[in-house]
């Protein structure tokens, strides 16, 4: 089992940066692929971003390629969400999430963070 802590949420504006992170506790924590996903008031919570166990194999909504970029620091039981030219569009509760390979369904994690909310101005 694993508990997970996201931190780094704002408000900034369009064009900024942001910088979220994904905080494990448990030995477990380099067992899991650990994913990023948002939800933006009245839609469905989407996929962003998901990083396999070792690091090795990242994968991005289309949205947001090119943009945001995710990493993972075994020995901090941290994950990072790094996020470059910020659009209102981004705006929403991100969430992290814990599962067994690097799925892009949200209903394949098991274990989730309790959200930090990004909201970006135009």
């Known amino acids: 089992q694993v508990q997970l802590v996201e931190s780094g949420g704002g408000l900034v504006q369009a064009g900024r940066s942001l910088r979220l992170s994904c905080t494990g506790s448990?030995?477990?924590?380099?067992?899991?692929?650990i994913g990023w996903f948002r939800q933006a008031p009245g839609k469905e919570r989407e996929f962003v971003a998901v990083?396999?166990?070792?690091?090795?194999?990242?994968l991005y909504a289309d949205s947001v390629k090119g943009r945001f970029t995710i990493s993972r620091d075994n020995p901090k039981k941290t994950v990072y969400l790094q996020m470059n030219s910020l659009k209102p569009e981004d705006t929403g509760v991100y969430y992290c999430?814990?599962?067994?390979?690097?799925?892009?369904?949200?209903?394949?994690?098991?274990?989730w963070g309790q959200g930090t909310q990004v909201t970006v101005s135009s």
């Open positions: 990083i396999s166990l070792s690091g090795g194999t990242t």
């Open positions: 448990g030995r477990t924590f380099s067992s899991y692929s």
């Open positions: 999430a814990a599962g067994g390979s690097y799925y892009r369904d949200y209903r394949d994690y098991d274990y």
